[in-house]
């Protein structure tokens, strides 16, 4: 079993900052894409950004210029900067992990029990 445990979601005025950290633990070999995808009420899950183990990004238009996505490969972490954030970005943050297990040598996908963003006007 691995297991994604976020934090660092809360209620920020437009304009500002938030950070978000993610931290896998579990049986893990290795992790090869961690990313982080948001759902806003009434709508789909959306892809937010990802990046491999590489360091190779990618971003949904909508965060593009605004959200940076690293990670910590020794840690097994990733984290997201939001900056000049809007009230359009209010939403649960999910993070996301795709990689194989050890022992096994299985693959997985796990999904975080997301953490809320508020953005207020």
């Known amino acids: 079993q691995v297991q994604l445990v976020e934090s660092g979601g809360g209620l920020v005025q437009a304009g500002g900052s938030l950070r978000l950290s993610c931290a896998a633990a579990?049986?893990?070999?290795?992790?090869?894409?961690m990313g982080w995808y948001r759902q806003a009420p009434g709508k789909q899950r959306e892809l937010v950004a990802t990046?491999?183990?590489?360091?190779?990004?990618n971003y949904a238009d909508s965060s593009k210029g605004r959200f940076t996505i690293s990670r910590d490969n020794a840690k097994n972490t990733v984290y997201l900067q939001m900056n000049s954030l809007k009230p359009e970005d209010t939403a649960v943050y999910y993070c996301?992990?795709?990689?194989?297990?050890?022992?096994?040598?299985?693959?997985?996908?796990?999904w975080g029990q997301g953490t809320q963003v508020t953005v207020s006007s």
């Open positions: 990046i491999i183990s590489g360091g190779s990004t």
């Open positions: 579990g049986s893990i070999l290795r992790i090869n894409v």
């Open positions: 996301n992990a795709e990689g194989v297990r050890a022992v096994t040598y299985t693959a997985f996908k796990s």
